[in-house]
């Protein structure tokens, strides 16, 4: 039985990170995600029901269109075999309908919200807002008893950074907020640990990147939160309970 739920958690998980490649494409430019169908970007031309099968037609295309033959970035499959893989590890690593319904929206929102963050310097409202309603929606009807921990984690982790916003508009956003009181809602304790690991990442890889640039440049260099907080939070959703116990467990 558990084979078949990660067989299935794998193919679905496939299409919707096809999907996803969609809203990262599409959303940040104000396109529709359901109008004009999957097409070229280069030719424009529709692309066949049996070009559109997620990972494996990159494969058998060569990674090029099958009308005007022009490259089509291997981004397309890796996401697509990204959301598989987490898809799959959140079936494996949760327990229960709430963790892993949870888990799986983890998935679903912060895969796009990396990329289009990472490329566009921006955490859409119409990805994190409708997220938080359903996140609450979920928690509140699979597993009522433990929403308000949710409810105070997520609380507790936006006013966190929305501190951090306020004492530091240029380091961060209000787009990191709201993401991070969403993990809360998402995560509830194992948020601390996410966190932890998206400011320490965060650092180390600004520090690295400042250092690289030109002196005259430092002062404009900007890098993204938001894949680190997606980074922080898919850590979090797998180990995050384990780390929080090892911690407890120190203190005593």
Not at 185 to 207: D, E, K, N, T, Y
Request: proline share 7%.
């Amino acid at each position: 039985m558990i084979a078949a739920e990660l067989a299935i958690a794998v193919v679905l998980g496939a299409v919707v990170g096809s999907f996803l490649n969609v809203v990262a494409h599409r959303l940040p430019r104000g396109e529709s995600l359901v109008t004009p169908g999957s097409h070229c970007p280069g030719c424009s031309s529709p692309v066949k029901p049996y070009d559109n099968v997620p990972v494996l037609a990159w494969i058998w295309l060569r990674g090029r269109c099958r009308a005007c033959r022009a490259r089509i970035s291997p981004r397309y499959p890796l996401v697509e075999a990204a959301t598989a893989a987490l898809c799959a590890a959140a079936v494996a690593t949760q327990s229960g309908a709430a963790h892993i319904t949870l888990g799986l929206l983890a998935v679903l929102v912060l895969v796009p919200v990396a990329l289009i963050d990472l490329s566009h310097h921006l955490i859409p409202n119409r990805i994190t807002a409708p997220a938080a309603v359903l996140a609450l929606a979920l928690g509140s009807a699979l597993d009522p008893s433990g929403e308000p921990a949710r409810l105070i984690a997520a609380g507790a982790a936006g006013g966190f950074f929305l501190l951090a916003a306020i004492a530091s508009p240029r380091g961060m956003g209000m787009g990191d907020v709201k993401l991070a009181g969403l993990l809360g809602l998402l995560l509830g304790s194992s948020v601390a640990p996410a966190l932890l690991i998206a400011l320490v990442s965060g650092v180390l890889v600004g520090a690295v990147v400042v250092a690289r640039r030109d002196p005259s440049e430092r002062r404009a260099t900007g890098v993204p939160f938001g894949p680190f907080l997606a980074l922080g939070g898919l850590a979090a959703l797998f180990c995050g309970h384990a780390i929080v116990s090892a911690y407890l467990h120190h203190l005593t």
